[in-house]
């Protein structure tokens, strides 16, 4: 299609060039400037690659209408304008492509590339010899009536339920009759009600991470009040660990890592601020449209004391803590990359949408357009996300102090680009003088040396956090191709028309457009943004969002199995005051959360893969709970909150791209604050399926593969829990009986079945432990009880969730 593209332009070019050619005639100087000095460099050192045999990049080089055609990055030459020719900036070696590749052209030769350009590019008996003609505009582009109703991009409607008349189960809320009608079609009904010792398991753990312990469970089962399960809820909601497992959630989404990763992998020392804030936030229920505001344009948002202010600057490092491609040697394309990393984490994260696929063109399944996206990419143009983009590049920090200790941060940053300013002013004058005179300066710019190593010794003791901050507003042009080179018509800063609809109008110039930017993200009657925050919340109750692609609500993600569900809980949630909360509270009380995990035998032909939810999903563990939860259960786990364990200097090169290397993970601290290092993450939690750190991800896979086994019985995780449970249970009671119940209830929230006591008995009597003739009694027995907690950590029933 690209081919038949060129063809027909090609085929227009010629003809309306033909057509105007009779009145353009060039000087007969620059026609011999050209036949003497300019066709045979082209063919020389151009034609093997560009000419009629071979066109790398879809370009051609051996006539004037194929030049102005140009190739996959657009015209190669814009006649009378060197400057702007994607020709000249190529043969200069100024950009991402630099030809001919290994020996650049003398300055001599690119002179006369560059006058031949100027004189107006005339090339004799060249198939057309015209100037290039103006193409006609196209005009904004017209959506479909199928795009424009797509169920994605129509306002949220509270639905009336329906009316079950009929139903044998309990009806809790508005969720439960959703549910059956759909179920009631296809004549499935919910699966009967989990017990009581199942279920504080269940909702503890999706709650908090964590396990219930022992007491918590023999309250809950001996609580015959009404309202038992709802103190149970609150209780759970209130407590620290809901905003460690549902903050991890949003960082999932929001790629968190400690690391930059790619080209260079250096300390982000300052992430785990944001990961904090984060955490708090969700503790704290503050409300997500102001949770989402915060995070796009925290540090514009006025008002509020001098901690209330920090907090949003800090939020703000969702749009720093992104990967970087550090080295990149074109500044502007660097620039470019973070601003398309932004804009396609926010896409997913907020909207549900993958925005990058219109970086390069007009989206291709989805109505997004690439002026939609230069519009949007214009708003963090003019955002300061990074502090330089030389290599290696250095990204956005600001200083959480007060006014005056900022002041003292900045007058230090000053006189350190001094101090350097002048260093490389001397080392390059060094550097061009004879060796007499780079001897005699040798003093002098060590002498500067030493007060730049002075200058940022003297750093103020000031707490910094990744952080983004205005920055010269500015409209971009549509990169043709996605190419900052190959420059289209401007596109001022707005909102996708799809949703911001005609009366659309550009951002003033005197700002980015975050402030304005996050606000539309979070009126009330955005179409996504209520949407794609209520599936994610289902998804991590029950397994699977009512959309099951939750990063993607457009053409090609999935549909929503129950839309008019999907579209209750976004209005419900909208008028909760958006409250996490409320929305876990109104999940976790329905009828059908509390279902059990055992389906009907009808639900393996009618709903195989409970798409209806007539039962609840058996799910594992995730990658944190795991571990968390092992540790909760030996009586390890340090439940110490905030800070960072990354113990190394800013910007240091931490794992497997430098000489540096990460190994404080042997500490009993919650999961979530372990460090993530991107291209090198913790062996325990990438073998539990831990997702990538670099990409927006709001539904981990889950696997089931060897290595996680083995994990479960080899690690230095397992040997240490298994060995304090052990010793805790042989202190605390005095008979194997007793200890096999204790290990039990401690480790799977119930007492031994018979036959399992039978069972554990042989085998502490016929273990090769206790037969160790190098151990002492008690060594034996403890060897022994180590084996057994071992064998139930790693077991099916500790591992999953009924």
Not at 94 to 119: C, F, H, R, Y
Not at 647 to 657: A, D, E, I, L, W
Request: glycine share 6%; hydrophobic share 40%; net charge positive.
């Amino acid at each position: 299609m690209r081919d038949a593209n060129r063809l027909g332009a090609r085929a227009l070019f010629t003809m309306l060039s033909l057509v105007a050619g009779a009145a353009w005639a060039p000087a007969q100087s620059a026609i011999d400037h050209f036949e003497k000095k300019v066709r045979p460099l082209l063919v020389e050192k151009c034609f093997a690659c560009h000419g009629p045999d071979k066109q790398k990049g879809g370009l051609r080089v051996d006539s004037r209408s194929a030049l102005l055609l140009g190739g996959d990055r657009g015209t190669a030459i814009v006649v009378g304008k060197p400057k702007e020719s994607l020709l000249l900036r190529t043969l200069a070696h100024d950009g991402e492509v630099k030809m001919p590749p290994k020996n650049k052209l003398s300055p001599a030769e690119i002179a006369a590339v560059t006058e031949w350009v100027q004189a107006g590019a005339p090339w004799p008996n060249s198939e057309a010899t015209a100037p290039m003609p103006v193409a006609p505009k196209a005009g904004p582009r017209e959506f479909t009536r199928e795009e424009q109703n797509y169920w994605a991009f129509q306002p949220v409607k509270r639905p009336t339920a329906p009316v079950i008349s009929d139903s044998k189960v309990p009806l809790r809320n508005d969720i439960d009759r959703f549910l059956l009608a759909k179920l009631h079609e296809k004549g499935l009904s919910f699966a009967p009600a989990a017990d009581r010792r199942t279920l504080i398991r269940r909702i503890t753990f999706d709650l908090t991470g964590l396990p219930p312990t022992t007491a918590e469970v023999d309250a809950f089962m001996k609580d015959d009040a009404p309202d038992a399960y709802d103190k149970l809820v609150e209780r759970l909601l209130a407590s620290p660990g809901y905003g460690e497992k549902w903050g991890r959630r949003w960082l999932d989404v929001a790629r968190y890592a400690d690391s930059n990763g790619m080209d260079e992998n250096l300390a982000y020392v300052n992430a785990w601020r944001y990961r904090d804030w984060v955490i708090k936030s969700v503790n704290d229920d503050k409300p997500y449209d102001q949770f989402i505001r915060e995070q796009i344009a925290g540090d514009l948002i006025p008002g509020g004391s001098d901690s209330e202010r920090a907090d949003r600057l800090t939020a703000t490092g969702f749009l720093v803590i992104g990967p970087k491609m550090l080295a990149e040697d074109d500044p502007m394309k660097m620039r470019m990359d973070i601003i398309d990393e932004q804009l396609d984490t926010l896409g997913q994260a907020v909207m549900g949408l993958t925005l990058g696929c219109a970086r390069c063109h007009d989206h291709k399944f989805d109505p997004l357009t690439a002026a939609d996206y230069y519009s949007l990419a214009g708003i963090f143009y003019s955002t300061k996300t990074m502090k330089t983009f030389n290599v290696v590049a250095t990204w956005n920090e600001r200083g959480l102090g007060t006014p005056q200790s900022n002041a003292a941060l900045a007058v230090h940053d000053k006189k350190v680009a001094a101090a350097k300013s002048a260093l490389s002013t001397a080392e390059k004058k060094q550097k061009a003088g004879t060796p007499e005179e780079q001897a005699a300066a040798k003093p002098e710019v060590q002498k500067l040396r030493d007060q730049l190593a002075a200058a940022q010794k003297a750093r103020p003791a000031v707490d910094e956090v990744m952080a983004v901050e205005d920055n010269k507003p500015e409209n971009l042009k549509i990169h043709l191709r996605g190419n900052h080179l190959t420059l289209g018509d401007e596109s001022p800063r707005r909102f996708p028309k799809i949703m911001a609809g005609a009366v659309n109008p550009p951002i003033k110039g005197d700002r980015s457009g975050r402030l304005e930017f996050a606000a539309w993200l979070t009126r009330p009657e955005h179409p996504l943004t209520a949407r794609v925050m209520a599936n994610r919340i289902w998804a991590g109750h029950f397994g699977t969002g009512l959309v099951r692609s939750p990063d993607n609500f457009g053409k090609l993600g999935e549909r929503p199995t129950h839309p008019e569900l999907l579209d209750w809980l976004a209005a419900e949630f909208v008028k909760s005051n958006w409250s996490l909360k409320q929305m876990h509270r109104l999940i976790v009380t329905s009828t059908a959360y509390r279902m059990s995990s055992e389906g009907a035998a009808a639900v393996a032909e009618k709903d195989p893969e409970n798409m209806l939810y007539s039962y609840f999903n058996r799910r594992r563990l995730g990658a944190e709970e795991v571990r968390d939860g092992i540790l909760a259960t030996a009586g390890l786990l340090d439940r110490t909150m905030g800070g960072t364990l990354l113990k190394v200097n800013p910007r240091q090169y931490v794992n497997s791209t430098g000489s540096k290397r990460f190994d404080g993970y042997e500490n009993a601290r919650r999961s979530v604050y372990l460090p993530i290092i991107r291209s090198g993450v913790y062996d325990v939690l990438q073998t539990l399926d831990f997702p990538d750190p670099s990409v927006p991800n709001g539904q981990r896979n889950t696997s089931t593969i060897p290595t996680q086994a083995l994990l479960l019985l080899n690690s230095s995780l397992a040997d240490k829990s298994s060995e304090a449970l052990a010793t805790a249970i042989l202190a605390g009671n005095s008979d194997d009986p007793a200890r096999i119940d204790d290990a039990y209830r401690r480790i799977l929230g119930r007492l031994p079945t018979s036959a399992e006591t039978t069972k554990v008995i042989a085998y502490l009597t016929k273990s090769d432990a206790t037969r160790d003739p190098k151990a002492n009694a008690d060594q034996r027995r403890l060897l022994a009880w180590r084996g057994l907690c071992r064998v139930l950590l790693a077991s099916n029933e500790y591992i999953f969730v009924e």
